[in-house]
Protein backbone atom coordinates (compact mmCIF):
# COMPACT_ATOMS: atom_id res chain seq x y z
CA UNK A 1 0.00 0.00 0.00
CA UNK A 2 1.26 3.77 -0.74
CA UNK A 3 -0.66 6.99 0.05
CA UNK A 4 0.33 10.36 -2.23
CA UNK A 5 -0.75 13.59 -1.08
CA UNK A 6 -1.54 16.16 -3.86
CA UNK A 7 -1.79 19.53 -3.11
CA UNK A 8 -3.04 21.87 -5.75
CA UNK A 9 -2.98 25.50 -5.50
CA UNK A 10 -4.73 28.59 -7.04
CA UNK A 11 -6.18 32.22 -6.18
CA UNK A 12 -9.06 31.44 -3.75
CA UNK A 13 -8.24 28.03 -2.17
CA UNK A 14 -5.90 24.71 -2.03
CA UNK A 15 -7.35 21.40 -2.70
CA UNK A 16 -5.38 18.50 -0.96
CA UNK A 17 -5.81 14.82 -2.60
CA UNK A 18 -5.31 11.55 -0.87
CA UNK A 19 -4.71 8.79 -2.86
CA UNK A 20 -4.19 5.32 -1.66
CA UNK A 21 -2.56 3.29 -4.50
CA UNK A 22 -3.70 5.47 -6.84
CA UNK A 23 -7.17 5.94 -6.07
CA UNK A 24 -8.81 9.25 -4.65
CA UNK A 25 -10.10 8.43 -0.66
CA UNK A 26 -10.09 12.02 0.42
CA UNK A 27 -10.55 15.63 -0.81
CA UNK A 28 -9.78 18.45 1.08
CA UNK A 29 -10.18 22.25 0.88
CA UNK A 30 -8.62 24.95 2.83
CA UNK A 31 -10.12 28.21 1.45
CA UNK A 32 -8.66 31.69 2.00
CA UNK A 33 -11.67 33.56 3.88
CA UNK A 34 -12.58 30.29 6.80
CA UNK A 35 -12.36 32.71 9.73
CA UNK A 36 -13.96 29.73 11.66
CA UNK A 37 -12.14 26.28 11.40
CA UNK A 38 -12.40 23.20 13.26
CA UNK A 39 -9.58 23.93 16.39
CA UNK A 40 -9.76 28.17 16.40
CA UNK A 41 -9.61 29.73 19.67
CA UNK A 42 -11.95 33.06 20.39
CA UNK A 43 -12.22 35.11 23.65
CA UNK A 44 -16.07 36.05 22.98
CA UNK A 45 -18.83 37.05 25.26
CA UNK A 46 -22.11 35.94 26.18
CA UNK A 47 -25.22 37.04 24.39
CA UNK A 48 -27.77 34.82 26.15
CA UNK A 49 -27.77 32.24 27.97
CA UNK A 50 -31.10 29.49 27.02
CA UNK A 51 -31.95 27.87 29.90
CA UNK A 52 -34.53 25.46 27.97
CA UNK A 53 -31.80 24.60 26.27
CA UNK A 54 -29.67 24.52 29.14
CA UNK A 55 -26.69 26.40 26.14
CA UNK A 56 -25.43 29.87 25.47
CA UNK A 57 -25.52 31.92 22.52
CA UNK A 58 -21.81 33.39 21.96
CA UNK A 59 -20.55 36.27 20.17
CA UNK A 60 -18.04 34.41 18.01
CA UNK A 61 -18.08 37.11 14.95
CA UNK A 62 -19.93 35.33 12.65
CA UNK A 63 -23.06 36.61 11.47
CA UNK A 64 -25.10 33.32 13.65
CA UNK A 65 -23.80 33.19 16.93
CA UNK A 66 -22.13 30.20 18.04
CA UNK A 67 -23.96 27.33 20.36
CA UNK A 68 -22.26 26.79 23.59
CA UNK A 69 -23.93 23.88 25.52
CA UNK A 70 -23.69 23.26 29.35
CA UNK A 71 -21.91 19.55 28.57
CA UNK A 72 -19.50 21.54 26.59
CA UNK A 73 -18.28 23.65 28.90
CA UNK A 74 -15.76 21.28 30.43
CA UNK A 75 -15.76 20.88 34.53
CA UNK A 76 -12.98 23.12 34.53
CA UNK A 77 -14.84 25.99 33.47
CA UNK A 78 -14.28 28.35 37.02
CA UNK A 79 -10.42 27.60 36.57
CA UNK A 80 -10.56 28.93 32.75
CA UNK A 81 -12.62 31.77 33.56
CA UNK A 82 -10.46 33.30 36.83
CA UNK A 83 -7.27 32.68 34.51
CA UNK A 84 -9.08 34.78 31.89
CA UNK A 85 -9.38 37.78 34.50
CA UNK A 86 -5.87 37.31 35.86
CA UNK A 87 -4.39 37.29 32.41
CA UNK A 88 -5.92 40.63 31.03
CA UNK A 89 -5.64 42.33 34.29
CA UNK A 90 -2.09 41.57 34.44
CA UNK A 91 -2.61 39.79 37.69
CA UNK A 92 -1.33 36.22 36.37
CA UNK A 93 1.99 36.59 34.36
CA UNK A 94 3.07 32.91 34.59
CA UNK A 95 1.46 31.20 31.64
CA UNK A 96 2.08 27.68 32.86
CA UNK A 97 -0.39 26.66 35.75
CA UNK A 98 2.42 25.67 38.01
CA UNK A 99 0.93 27.83 40.88
CA UNK A 100 -2.27 29.13 39.59
CA UNK A 101 -4.91 27.43 42.28
CA UNK A 102 -7.89 25.97 40.71
CA UNK A 103 -11.25 26.59 41.50
CA UNK A 104 -13.99 24.10 42.36
CA UNK A 105 -15.43 21.84 39.48
CA UNK A 106 -18.83 23.14 37.96
CA UNK A 107 -21.57 19.74 38.46
CA UNK A 108 -21.72 17.37 35.56
CA UNK A 109 -25.89 18.20 35.91
CA UNK A 110 -26.01 22.29 36.51
CA UNK A 111 -28.01 24.78 34.78
CA UNK A 112 -25.93 27.49 32.33
CA UNK A 113 -27.74 30.10 33.57
CA UNK A 114 -26.26 29.32 37.25
CA UNK A 115 -22.86 29.48 35.43
CA UNK A 116 -22.56 31.61 33.08
CA UNK A 117 -24.58 35.38 32.64
CA UNK A 118 -24.90 37.80 29.21
CA UNK A 119 -21.99 39.87 28.64
CA UNK A 120 -19.66 37.69 30.85
CA UNK A 121 -16.11 36.98 28.73
CA UNK A 122 -14.75 33.43 27.83
CA UNK A 123 -12.68 30.98 25.88
CA UNK A 124 -14.21 28.71 23.09
CA UNK A 125 -12.77 26.80 20.78
CA UNK A 126 -14.96 25.50 17.31
CA UNK A 127 -15.31 22.39 17.68
CA UNK A 128 -18.09 22.20 14.20
CA UNK A 129 -17.67 24.74 11.58
CA UNK A 130 -21.07 27.48 10.18
CA UNK A 131 -23.03 24.58 8.36
CA UNK A 132 -26.18 25.86 6.17
CA UNK A 133 -28.05 27.98 8.66
CA UNK A 134 -26.33 27.32 11.94
CA UNK A 135 -23.63 29.35 13.55
CA UNK A 136 -20.52 27.51 14.70
CA UNK A 137 -20.39 24.77 17.24
CA UNK A 138 -17.93 25.58 19.99
CA UNK A 139 -16.41 24.31 23.65
CA UNK A 140 -14.86 26.10 26.74
CA UNK A 141 -13.13 22.42 27.38
CA UNK A 142 -9.61 23.78 25.23
CA UNK A 143 -7.66 21.68 23.27
CA UNK A 144 -4.05 22.24 20.97
CA UNK A 145 -3.75 19.03 18.93
CA UNK A 146 0.30 18.06 18.20
CA UNK A 147 2.10 15.23 16.19
CA UNK A 148 2.13 12.95 19.34
CA UNK A 149 -0.12 14.43 21.74
CA UNK A 150 -3.22 16.75 22.26
CA UNK A 151 -2.30 19.49 25.26
CA UNK A 152 -5.59 19.66 27.84
CA UNK A 153 -5.33 23.11 29.78
CA UNK A 154 -6.53 22.70 33.40
CA UNK A 155 -6.71 19.13 33.84
CA UNK A 156 -4.34 16.81 35.27
CA UNK A 157 -5.69 13.68 33.25
CA UNK A 158 -3.23 11.44 31.04
CA UNK A 159 -4.91 9.69 28.51
CA UNK A 160 -4.29 7.07 25.79
CA UNK A 161 -5.54 6.24 22.21
CA UNK A 162 -7.90 3.05 22.48
CA UNK A 163 -6.01 2.12 18.95
CA UNK A 164 -2.34 1.65 21.08
CA UNK A 165 -2.78 -1.74 21.66
CA UNK A 166 -0.37 -3.98 24.18
CA UNK A 167 -0.53 -2.96 28.01
CA UNK A 168 3.53 -2.35 28.14
CA UNK A 169 3.71 -0.02 25.57
CA UNK A 170 0.61 1.93 27.04
CA UNK A 171 2.52 1.91 30.72
CA UNK A 172 5.46 2.75 29.03
CA UNK A 173 4.00 5.90 27.15
CA UNK A 174 2.11 6.86 30.42
CA UNK A 175 5.51 6.60 32.42
CA UNK A 176 7.67 8.62 29.93
CA UNK A 177 4.14 11.63 29.45
CA UNK A 178 3.86 11.64 33.27
CA UNK A 179 8.12 12.59 33.59
CA UNK A 180 7.71 15.57 30.98
CA UNK A 181 3.88 16.64 31.67
CA UNK A 182 3.49 20.28 33.61
CA UNK A 183 1.42 20.91 36.15
CA UNK A 184 -2.15 22.05 35.65
CA UNK A 185 -2.06 20.45 31.62
CA UNK A 186 -3.78 17.08 30.79
CA UNK A 187 -2.27 15.04 27.62
CA UNK A 188 -4.15 12.37 25.68
CA UNK A 189 -1.52 10.55 23.89
CA UNK A 190 -2.15 9.78 20.12
CA UNK A 191 -1.75 6.31 18.11
CA UNK A 192 1.52 8.06 16.13
CA UNK A 193 3.03 8.30 19.39
CA UNK A 194 3.54 4.50 19.99
CA UNK A 195 7.00 3.29 19.93
CA UNK A 196 8.06 6.93 19.98
CA UNK A 197 10.73 8.11 22.29
CA UNK A 198 10.87 10.76 25.09
CA UNK A 199 13.01 13.06 22.97
CA UNK A 200 10.58 13.07 20.11
CA UNK A 201 7.34 13.47 22.44
CA UNK A 202 9.07 16.33 24.62
CA UNK A 203 9.96 18.35 21.03
CA UNK A 204 6.05 18.14 20.56
CA UNK A 205 4.99 19.01 23.82
CA UNK A 206 7.12 22.18 23.83
CA UNK A 207 5.97 23.30 20.94
CA UNK A 208 2.48 22.71 21.79
CA UNK A 209 3.56 24.82 25.23
CA UNK A 210 4.85 27.66 22.65
CA UNK A 211 1.46 27.65 21.04
CA UNK A 212 -0.51 28.13 24.91
CA UNK A 213 2.02 30.84 25.60
CA UNK A 214 1.20 32.08 21.98
CA UNK A 215 -2.26 32.44 22.90
CA UNK A 216 -1.69 34.08 26.25
CA UNK A 217 0.41 36.70 25.06
CA UNK A 218 -2.58 38.01 22.88
CA UNK A 219 -5.16 37.42 25.52
CA UNK A 220 -2.74 40.31 27.14
CA UNK A 221 -3.04 43.07 24.34
CA UNK A 222 -7.44 42.46 23.41
CA UNK A 223 -8.47 46.02 23.12
CA UNK A 224 -12.26 44.06 21.31
CA UNK A 225 -14.46 41.12 21.53
CA UNK A 226 -14.92 38.65 19.90
CA UNK A 227 -10.93 37.80 18.91
CA UNK A 228 -9.34 35.01 17.63
CA UNK A 229 -6.63 34.44 19.59
CA UNK A 230 -5.21 31.27 18.14
CA UNK A 231 -5.29 29.75 14.94
CA UNK A 232 -5.41 26.40 13.74
CA UNK A 233 -2.29 25.79 12.14
CA UNK A 234 -2.45 25.40 8.15
CA UNK A 235 -5.00 22.79 6.15
CA UNK A 236 -1.65 21.21 5.03
CA UNK A 237 -0.14 20.74 8.19
CA UNK A 238 -3.22 19.52 9.94
CA UNK A 239 -3.44 16.84 7.20
CA UNK A 240 0.05 16.06 7.14
CA UNK A 241 -0.11 15.99 11.19
CA UNK A 242 -3.00 13.47 11.56
CA UNK A 243 -2.03 10.91 8.67
CA UNK A 244 1.44 10.84 7.71
CA UNK A 245 3.04 7.92 8.06
CA UNK A 246 5.81 5.57 6.84
CA UNK A 247 2.82 4.36 3.68
CA UNK A 248 3.74 7.92 2.68
CA UNK A 249 5.50 7.85 -0.84
CA UNK A 250 4.72 11.09 -2.30
CA UNK A 251 3.94 14.72 -1.73
CA UNK A 252 3.43 16.58 -4.67
CA UNK A 253 2.66 20.52 -4.61
CA UNK A 254 2.04 23.12 -7.25
CA UNK A 255 3.10 26.23 -5.41
CA UNK A 256 6.50 27.22 -4.16
CA UNK A 257 5.33 28.22 -1.22
CA UNK A 258 3.67 25.88 -0.10
CA UNK A 259 6.16 23.28 -1.06
CA UNK A 260 8.66 25.03 1.21
CA UNK A 261 6.37 25.15 4.33
CA UNK A 262 5.33 21.26 3.67
CA UNK A 263 8.96 20.56 3.17
CA UNK A 264 9.91 21.73 6.60
CA UNK A 265 7.06 20.75 8.63
CA UNK A 266 8.01 16.92 7.07
CA UNK A 267 11.65 17.64 8.16
CA UNK A 268 10.39 18.46 11.58
CA UNK A 269 8.39 15.16 12.05
CA UNK A 270 9.91 12.89 10.06
CA UNK A 271 13.30 14.24 8.40
CA UNK A 272 14.18 10.37 6.45
CA UNK A 273 11.03 11.12 4.37
CA UNK A 274 12.07 15.04 3.20
CA UNK A 275 12.71 13.49 -0.24
CA UNK A 276 9.46 12.32 -0.80
CA UNK A 277 8.36 16.41 -0.87
CA UNK A 278 8.30 17.63 -4.92
CA UNK A 279 7.57 20.51 -6.44
CA UNK A 280 5.33 19.77 -9.02
CA UNK A 281 6.02 22.41 -12.46
CA UNK A 282 5.51 20.42 -15.18
CA UNK A 283 2.57 22.00 -17.69
CA UNK A 284 -0.09 19.87 -17.31
CA UNK A 285 -2.02 20.38 -14.01
CA UNK A 286 -1.13 18.81 -11.57
CA UNK A 287 -4.90 17.27 -10.94
CA UNK A 288 -4.66 15.73 -14.50
CA UNK A 289 -0.81 14.50 -14.42
CA UNK A 290 -2.39 12.26 -11.24
CA UNK A 291 -5.97 11.11 -12.55
CA UNK A 292 -7.73 13.15 -9.76
CA UNK A 293 -9.39 15.45 -12.15
CA UNK A 294 -11.16 12.39 -13.65
CA UNK A 295 -11.93 10.66 -10.27
CA UNK A 296 -13.56 13.84 -9.17
CA UNK A 297 -16.30 13.46 -12.40
CA UNK A 298 -16.67 10.04 -11.34
CA UNK A 299 -17.52 9.64 -7.55
CA UNK A 300 -19.69 13.11 -7.09
CA UNK A 301 -22.53 12.32 -8.87
CA UNK A 302 -26.16 11.28 -7.96
CA UNK A 303 -24.90 7.34 -9.02
CA UNK A 304 -21.50 5.75 -8.65
CA UNK A 305 -20.35 2.82 -10.54
CA UNK A 306 -18.08 0.00 -9.08
CA UNK A 307 -16.53 -3.00 -10.74
CA UNK A 308 -18.62 -5.73 -11.91
CA UNK A 309 -22.00 -3.57 -12.83
CA UNK A 310 -22.96 -2.52 -9.38
CA UNK A 311 -23.53 0.86 -8.51
CA UNK A 312 -25.20 2.99 -5.70
CA UNK A 313 -27.40 5.74 -5.68
CA UNK A 314 -27.08 8.73 -3.16
CA UNK A 315 -29.26 10.93 -1.81
CA UNK A 316 -29.20 13.81 0.27
CA UNK A 317 -31.87 15.23 2.81
CA UNK A 318 -32.37 17.87 5.33
CA UNK A 319 -32.35 14.68 8.12
CA UNK A 320 -30.36 12.26 6.73
CA UNK A 321 -28.06 10.63 3.94
CA UNK A 322 -29.53 8.03 2.22
CA UNK A 323 -26.98 4.99 -0.31
CA UNK A 324 -28.92 2.21 -2.15
CA UNK A 325 -26.79 -0.50 -3.44
CA UNK A 326 -28.00 -1.83 -6.99
CA UNK A 327 -26.34 -4.86 -8.80
CA UNK A 328 -27.20 -3.59 -12.02
CA UNK A 329 -27.82 -5.83 -15.38
CA UNK A 330 -24.53 -7.87 -14.58
CA UNK A 331 -23.83 -11.91 -15.25
CA UNK A 332 -23.18 -13.91 -12.40
CA UNK A 333 -21.67 -17.06 -12.28
CA UNK A 334 -22.16 -17.44 -8.90
CA UNK A 335 -24.02 -20.61 -7.06
CA UNK A 336 -27.25 -18.47 -6.29
CA UNK A 337 -29.05 -15.17 -5.46
CA UNK A 338 -27.52 -15.00 -2.24
CA UNK A 339 -24.09 -15.28 -2.91
CA UNK A 340 -24.93 -12.57 -5.85
CA UNK A 341 -25.85 -10.25 -3.21
CA UNK A 342 -23.14 -11.04 -0.72
CA UNK A 343 -20.84 -10.04 -3.47
CA UNK A 344 -22.21 -7.00 -4.54
CA UNK A 345 -22.78 -6.15 -0.86
CA UNK A 346 -18.96 -6.54 0.09
CA UNK A 347 -18.23 -4.65 -3.00
CA UNK A 348 -20.41 -1.74 -2.08
CA UNK A 349 -19.46 -1.81 1.27
CA UNK A 350 -15.99 -1.31 0.46
CA UNK A 351 -17.35 1.95 -2.17
CA UNK A 352 -19.38 3.35 0.57
CA UNK A 353 -16.36 3.62 3.26
CA UNK A 354 -14.60 5.42 0.75
CA UNK A 355 -17.64 7.71 -0.28
CA UNK A 356 -18.53 8.77 3.39
CA UNK A 357 -14.61 9.84 3.58
CA UNK A 358 -14.89 11.63 0.14
CA UNK A 359 -17.63 13.31 0.98
CA UNK A 360 -16.91 13.82 4.38
CA UNK A 361 -20.86 13.26 5.02
CA UNK A 362 -21.91 13.73 8.43
CA UNK A 363 -24.89 13.38 10.29
CA UNK A 364 -27.39 10.03 10.16
CA UNK A 365 -26.57 7.64 6.99
CA UNK A 366 -28.86 5.02 6.22
CA UNK A 367 -27.72 2.54 3.73
CA UNK A 368 -30.17 0.21 1.91
CA UNK A 369 -27.42 -3.14 1.22
CA UNK A 370 -29.28 -5.58 -0.96
CA UNK A 371 -31.38 -8.59 1.17
CA UNK A 372 -29.84 -11.16 2.46
CA UNK A 373 -31.15 -14.37 3.94
CA UNK A 374 -28.59 -15.72 6.07
CA UNK A 375 -27.91 -14.31 9.25
CA UNK A 376 -23.94 -15.58 8.65
CA UNK A 377 -23.80 -13.78 5.30
CA UNK A 378 -25.15 -10.70 6.95
CA UNK A 379 -22.76 -10.57 9.94
CA UNK A 380 -19.96 -10.99 6.97
CA UNK A 381 -21.25 -7.66 5.49
CA UNK A 382 -21.35 -5.99 9.21
CA UNK A 383 -17.76 -7.43 10.14
CA UNK A 384 -16.52 -5.96 6.24
CA UNK A 385 -18.07 -2.45 6.56
CA UNK A 386 -16.77 -1.97 10.22
CA UNK A 387 -13.32 -2.98 8.85
CA UNK A 388 -13.31 -0.68 5.85
CA UNK A 389 -14.43 2.45 8.05
CA UNK A 390 -11.89 1.37 10.74
CA UNK A 391 -9.20 3.98 9.14
CA UNK A 392 -11.97 7.22 9.10
CA UNK A 393 -10.28 9.32 11.45
CA UNK A 394 -13.98 10.79 11.81
CA UNK A 395 -15.78 9.98 14.54
CA UNK A 396 -18.46 7.82 13.98
CA UNK A 397 -20.86 4.55 14.63
CA UNK A 398 -22.34 1.76 12.70
CA UNK A 399 -25.77 -0.74 13.93
CA UNK A 400 -26.15 -3.85 13.16
CA UNK A 401 -28.28 -4.80 9.56
CA UNK A 402 -31.65 -4.32 10.66
CA UNK A 403 -34.77 -6.82 9.75
CA UNK A 404 -34.95 -4.93 6.41
CA UNK A 405 -31.27 -5.15 5.62
CA UNK A 406 -30.74 -1.50 6.34
CA UNK A 407 -27.68 -0.57 8.36
CA UNK A 408 -27.31 2.90 10.22
CA UNK A 409 -24.40 4.84 10.51
CA UNK A 410 -24.04 8.23 12.24
CA UNK A 411 -20.53 10.09 11.53
CA UNK A 412 -19.96 13.17 13.30
CA UNK A 413 -20.35 16.29 11.15
CA UNK A 414 -18.04 19.24 11.83
CA UNK A 415 -17.68 20.92 8.18
CA UNK A 416 -19.91 21.28 5.23
CA UNK A 417 -20.29 18.21 3.11
CA UNK A 418 -17.87 18.54 -0.24
CA UNK A 419 -20.30 18.56 -2.72
CA UNK A 420 -18.87 19.00 -6.12
CA UNK A 421 -21.06 19.69 -9.67
CA UNK A 422 -20.40 16.95 -12.17
CA UNK A 423 -23.04 17.54 -14.46
CA UNK A 424 -22.54 20.38 -17.48
CA UNK A 425 -24.47 22.16 -20.04
CA UNK A 426 -25.59 19.84 -22.51
CA UNK A 427 -24.30 20.68 -25.87
CA UNK A 428 -27.37 19.25 -27.99
CA UNK A 429 -30.04 21.12 -26.32
CA UNK A 430 -31.62 23.04 -23.19
CA UNK A 431 -30.44 21.22 -19.70
CA UNK A 432 -27.65 18.85 -18.32
CA UNK A 433 -25.59 15.87 -18.97
CA UNK A 434 -23.24 13.41 -17.31
CA UNK A 435 -19.70 14.85 -17.34
CA UNK A 436 -17.95 13.46 -21.29
CA UNK A 437 -15.19 12.35 -19.68
CA UNK A 438 -17.66 9.58 -17.17
CA UNK A 439 -18.55 8.68 -20.61
CA UNK A 440 -14.94 6.69 -21.89
CA UNK A 441 -15.90 4.48 -18.32
CA UNK A 442 -18.62 3.69 -19.47
CA UNK A 443 -17.63 2.62 -22.30
CA UNK A 444 -14.73 0.79 -20.96
CA UNK A 445 -17.19 -1.15 -18.76
CA UNK A 446 -19.65 -2.07 -21.20
CA UNK A 447 -16.97 -3.41 -23.68
CA UNK A 448 -15.18 -5.34 -20.72
CA UNK A 449 -18.75 -6.95 -20.54
CA UNK A 450 -18.67 -7.79 -24.48
CA UNK A 451 -15.49 -9.40 -25.02
CA UNK A 452 -15.69 -11.41 -22.06
CA UNK A 453 -19.12 -12.61 -23.01
CA UNK A 454 -18.77 -16.27 -24.86
CA UNK A 455 -21.53 -15.23 -27.48
CA UNK A 456 -19.17 -12.95 -28.77
CA UNK A 457 -15.81 -13.87 -28.54
CA UNK A 458 -15.24 -14.66 -32.49
CA UNK A 459 -17.01 -11.75 -33.09
CA UNK A 460 -16.10 -8.50 -34.41
CA UNK A 461 -16.98 -5.54 -32.69
CA UNK A 462 -17.31 -1.98 -34.21
CA UNK A 463 -17.99 0.45 -31.69
CA UNK A 464 -20.28 3.82 -32.99
CA UNK A 465 -19.74 7.01 -31.54
CA UNK A 466 -19.46 11.13 -32.29
CA UNK A 467 -17.38 12.09 -34.62
CA UNK A 468 -15.14 14.39 -31.33
CA UNK A 469 -15.22 10.99 -29.23
CA UNK A 470 -14.08 8.80 -32.33
CA UNK A 471 -10.94 11.85 -32.62
CA UNK A 472 -10.60 11.40 -28.56
CA UNK A 473 -9.99 7.51 -28.34
CA UNK A 474 -8.19 7.84 -31.21
CA UNK A 475 -5.49 9.90 -30.20
CA UNK A 476 -1.69 9.87 -29.22
CA UNK A 477 0.57 7.07 -28.72
CA UNK A 478 -0.81 4.56 -27.27
CA UNK A 479 -4.33 5.60 -28.22
CA UNK A 480 -7.63 4.32 -25.79
CA UNK A 481 -8.00 1.99 -29.07
CA UNK A 482 -4.68 0.47 -29.06
CA UNK A 483 -4.84 0.33 -24.99
CA UNK A 484 -7.94 -1.97 -25.63
CA UNK A 485 -6.45 -4.05 -28.42
CA UNK A 486 -3.71 -4.81 -25.91
CA UNK A 487 -5.45 -5.66 -22.79
CA UNK A 488 -8.23 -7.72 -24.47
CA UNK A 489 -6.10 -8.74 -27.92
CA UNK A 490 -9.58 -7.94 -29.56
CA UNK A 491 -9.27 -4.85 -32.63
CA UNK A 492 -11.98 -2.69 -31.79
CA UNK A 493 -12.84 -0.58 -34.81
CA UNK A 494 -13.73 2.98 -34.05
CA UNK A 495 -16.45 4.27 -36.31
CA UNK A 496 -17.20 7.60 -36.29
CA UNK A 497 -21.30 8.80 -36.57
CA UNK A 498 -22.10 12.51 -37.21
CA UNK A 499 -25.75 11.52 -36.68
CA UNK A 500 -25.02 10.72 -32.71
CA UNK A 501 -25.53 12.75 -30.13
CA UNK A 502 -22.33 13.66 -28.18
CA UNK A 503 -22.75 11.15 -25.30
CA UNK A 504 -24.53 8.86 -27.45
CA UNK A 505 -22.38 5.26 -28.11
CA UNK A 506 -23.29 1.98 -29.86
CA UNK A 507 -21.27 -1.37 -29.91
CA UNK A 508 -22.58 -3.14 -32.92
CA UNK A 509 -21.11 -6.22 -35.11
CA UNK A 510 -19.98 -6.28 -38.50
CA UNK A 511 -23.96 -6.49 -39.45
CA UNK A 512 -24.68 -3.64 -37.93
CA UNK A 513 -26.90 -5.69 -35.28
CA UNK A 514 -26.36 -4.22 -31.70
CA UNK A 515 -24.64 -6.16 -29.15
CA UNK A 516 -26.41 -6.34 -25.97
CA UNK A 517 -25.38 -8.30 -22.51
Not at 255 to 261: A, H, L, R, S, V
Not at 277 to 304: L, M
Amino acid sequence: MKKELIIRSNSSAVDFALLKDGKLIELNKEVEDNKFSVGDIFIAKIRKPIPGLNAAFVNVGHEKDGFLHYHDLGPKLPSLLKFIKQITTGKHKDYLLKKFKFENEISKDGNIDSILKSQDTTLVQVVKEPISTKGPRISSELSLAGRFMVLMPFSDRISISQKIEGTREKSRLKRLVQSIKPKGFGIIIRTVAKNQKVAELDSDLQQLLKRWKNLCNKLQRIDKYPTKVLSEINRSSSILRDIFDDSFTGIHIDDPEIFNEVKDYVISIASQKKDIVKNYTEVTPIFEKFGVERQIKTAFGKTVSMQRGAYLVIEHTEALHVIDVNSGNRSNKSKGQEDTALEVNIIAATEIARQLRLRDMGGIIVVDFIDMSSNENRKKLFEHLKEEMSNDRTKHKILPPSRFGLIQITRQRVRPEVKIKTKEANPNSNGEVEAPIVLIDKINTELNKIVKHKRYKSEHIYLHVHPFIASYLKEGFPSIQLKWYFEFKKWVRVVPRDAFLYLKFSFMDKNQKRLRI
